[in-house]
C-alpha cells in the first residue's frame, strides 16, 4: 500500500499552484475572504461538505467515513502585514501584507489532506477540515471556538503543525506536555502630577514611580516563579515625556510575558499588579495594569503526541523531544478543549518565518499533508 505522502506527491503540481496562488494574495486575519473563498470552492469540487462563516472566515469541511473517531486537522489561513522581499514570480500582489510564516502552506497541506482521505477512506470515522482565520493575534481561534466549533463539529482528537525553516523536508518535532509559550502583552499606566522639571517638589514624578515599577517587575521571574518553571517578563516600551523641562503627567510601560502554563500567566500578572500599584502609591502615585492574554500555552496530550510522532515516524524523520519554544500559537486554546498534539515540519534552508523573505517550501507539501493524513488512519482505523 503506498503511503499517503507517496500519493500526495503525484498531485504535487497542482497543489503547489494553489500554495502560490494564495501566496500571491495574502488577506490579514479575520478578513480572509478570498482565500476562505478559495478552500470552500476547492472542498466542494472534491465532494466534500463545506460549512463557512465559522468564526467570521473560518471555514470546515466534513467527511464521514463510519461511526469511528471524530478527528480534527487544523490549518490557519492568515497572513502578516509587512513588505515581501523575495522578489519570486507569485510574490504577494497586496501593498504591505505577506504570507511570511507560512499559512499559505499550512492551508495547502490541509487541501491536499482532504483529497487525499476524500478519495482513498482509508479510515472509520469522521474527519473535521478545520480551516482559521487570524492565527497571528487576530483571536481566530477563539472566534471558532465562540462560534460553536467543537459543539458543531465534535472532536475526539485534534491535530496540527507549523512548518519549520532549518528542519530538513520530511522531518518533524514535536514533544509531549507544553510545548509553546502562553503569551501576554501588558500596559502599565502610572499616574502622576506633572510640573516644571526644576521644581520636582511640586509634582510626583510619575518617570521615577515608573523606573521604579521596572526594576521591581525584574524579582517577578527571579523570586515568585518557581526555578524549576520557565517565564519570561519583558518590559518593552517606556513611553514618557517630550520635554527638557516638564514633568510629564503620566507615563506609560509596555512588554510581554511568557509562560508554559495557566497557572504561572497568572501568577506573573497578579505579581506585575501588586508592584505596579504598590510602588507607585509609594510614590504618591497611581498605576493601573492591563494584562491581555493572546494566547494560553500550547500543551501536547500524550497520547495524542504519541499517534502523531508514531505516524510521523513511519513517515520520515521525527524528533518526539523537540524543545519547547517562548513562540506562541492560539492553536492551544482548541487544545484547551480537545486533547491533540501540534507538530513542526521541516522547510528546509529557507529564511526564517516572519522574514520579508520568507517563502514557504512547496517540497514540504505532500510531507505535512501525508503527516495529517497519517494520523487519521492510524487514529481511526478501517475495522
Ligand atoms: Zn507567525
Ligand atoms: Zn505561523
Redesign the pocket.
Known sequence: MTSPVETIAQWQEEFAAIRRDIHAHPELGLEEHRTAALVAAKLREMGIEVHEGVGRTGVVGVIRNGNGRRIGLRADMDA?PMEEETGLPHASTHKGRMH??G?DGHTTMLLAAARYLQQTRRFDGTVHLIFQPG??GAGGALAMLEDGLFERFPCDEVYGLHNRPGMPVGQAGLRPGPMMAGVAFYDIVVQGRGGHGARPEATVDPVVAGSAIVGALQSVVARNVPAIERAVLSVTRFDAGNAYNVIPDRVRLGGTVRAFSRTMMELVEQRMRAIAEGVAAGFGASATLDFRVLTTPLVNDAGATEALAAAAAALGATDADFPAVM?GEDFAFMLEKVPGAYAMVGNGDTAE??HPKFDFNDAAIPHGAGLLAAVVERQAPRV
Open positions: 502578516l511570511a510564516c499559512h492565527e497571528e513562540g518565518v516572519h
